[in-house]
């Protein structure tokens, strides 16, 4: 494994660094906040045009077919400045699935769009007391002459008020993973969308269907294929997830030492007591183990190694260290780091909330477990 950038990836993590400082400072970030729509408009609108919509998309769909490695290092971007925009959602987990199974009309119709950052997608996923294994899908997908119908509820759906269609995993029968993958409009009657308040304050849905038709061309994939289809997704998307994790904790670390050295205390810096020092220290540590661990998965999965253990390892150790930094850092902050005015609550809210979205903590640890044990 090779940890040296080479001048073109340093020239995407300056461009992205760019991008994010332009249009979604936080003080942007603060506004959108619980927002219906959450992300800044200029933002996904740059992504697109500079073609970060379209990095992991082949040429032939407008995209521009980089690797997970140099998603990695944009994601890393992303997590620094708390960037909110549909990107996971749409560009990486709803196009991945696409390009896996999809067919060619879908992929003509939708995976250009996304590359122009002109159509978003959302998956529809974790549901209401489900888990997230195959189990836990329980929206019924009901065969009814030349389409389905689906009935039941998602919860934690990015974006759903804004995207153009929503992947909705849904079961079409009684085997474990007997799960088809289909595209719906959230505009469809039998669609109800509700938005719901989470701690990082970011824009989630709770997503009610009620014998919702889609047509046969909606479905991905083959028969009860779409379990398998999300589950690679999810790998690529845990690597990523956890570059953001790893990006959030040094910029959250870095205004830390900042204050540590100008605030004072007893007439001293605050990093000049042996307490807060060794806090520091313990947690650039972790951030840089953190980062090697992100960046070996990103490589192995760029170089077509598997990643079964890999990358829920680098989600795992990338979002516990994003949380522990952060609450350090709240504490070096003193009382002041868990007011609103401040900006350091803004990093350990959604350290947390990464840390249970998507794989959480147990799900992380049962599939490394696996893959030692199987």
């Given at each position: 494994m090779d940890l040296d950038l080479s001048d073109e990836q340093e020239m995407l993590r300056e461009?992205?660094?760019?991008?994010?400082?332009?249009?979604?400072?936080?003080?942007?970030?603060?506004?959108?906040?619980?927002?219906?729509?959450?992300?800044?408009?200029?933002?996904?609108?740059?992504?697109?045009?500079?073609?970060?919509?379209?990095?992991l998309l082949p040429e032939e769909f407008g995209g521009s077919g980089q690797?997970?490695?140099?998603?990695?290092?944009?994601?890393?971007?992303?997590?620094r400045a708390l960037a909110p925009s549909p990107h996971f959602a749409s560009a990486v987990l709803a196009a991945g699935a696409l390009l896996r199974a999809g067919?060619?009309?879908?992929?003509?119709?939708?995976?250009?769009?996304?590359a122009r950052g002109e159509a978003i997608l959302a998956p529809a996923w974790l549901e209401p007391d489900g888990g997230f294994g195959p189990r836990g899908v329980q929206v019924q997908a009901r065969r009814d002459g030349d389409g389905w119908r689906l009935s039941g509820a998602k919860r934690h759906v990015p974006f759903a008020s804004s995207a153009d269609r929503l992947l909705v995993l849904a079961r079409s029968g009684e085997g474990e993973a007997e799960i088809d993958l289909h595209l719906v409009d959230p505009r469809a009657t039998g669609v109800e969308l509700r938005q719901d308040l989470?701690?990082?304050?970011?824009?989630?849905?709770?997503?009610?269907?009620?014998?919702?038709?889609?047509?046969?061309?909606?479905?991905?994939?083959?028969?009860?294929?779409g379990w398998g289809t999300w589950d690679a997704c999810m790998l690529d998307?845990?690597?990523?997830?956890?570059?953001?994790?790893?990006?959030?904790?040094?910029?959250?670390?870095?205004?830390?030492?900042?204050?540590?050295?100008?605030?004072?205390?007893?007439?001293?810096?605050?990093?000049?007591?042996?307490?807060?020092?060794?806090?520091?220290?313990?947690a650039v540590t972790a951030v840089d183990g953190g980062k090697t661990l992100v960046y070996q998965a990103a490589w192995a999965r760029s170089a077509g190694k598997p990643v079964d253990r890999l990358a829920p390892m680098a989600k795992l150790f990338a979002c516990q260290t994003f949380r522990d930094v952060t609450?350090?850092?709240?504490?070096?902050?003193?009382?002041?780091?868990?007011?609103?005015?401040?900006?350091?609550q803004l990093y350990f809210r959604r350290a947390k909330q990464l840390q249970i979205s998507w794989w959480d903590a147990r799900a992380l640890e049962q599939r490394v477990a696996r893959s030692l044990l199987d």
């Open positions: 461009m992205v660094r760019g991008v994010c400082r332009e249009c979604a400072p936080l003080d942007v970030v603060r506004a959108l906040e619980d927002d219906p729509v959450g992300y800044p408009r200029e933002l996904w609108k740059k992504l697109g045009e500079l073609g970060l919509s379209g990095m690797s997970i490695l140099d998603a990695a290092i944009a994601y890393e971007e992303f997590g067919s060619p009309e879908q992929q003509r119709e939708w995976l250009p769009r996304i989470t701690l990082a304050s970011d824009t989630q849905y709770r997503v009610g269907l009620r014998d919702a038709r889609v047509g046969l061309a909606s479905r991905i994939g083959g028969p009860a294929s998307g845990a690597i990523l997830l956890a570059a953001q994790a790893m990006g959030g904790a040094e910029r959250a670390l870095e205004l830390t030492v900042e204050y540590a050295k100008e605030r004072k205390q007893f007439d001293k810096p605050l990093g000049a007591f042996q307490a807060i020092s060794h806090y520091l220290a313990d609450a350090m850092c709240q504490q070096v902050w003193g009382g002041v780091g868990f007011t609103v005015e401040y900006d350091i």
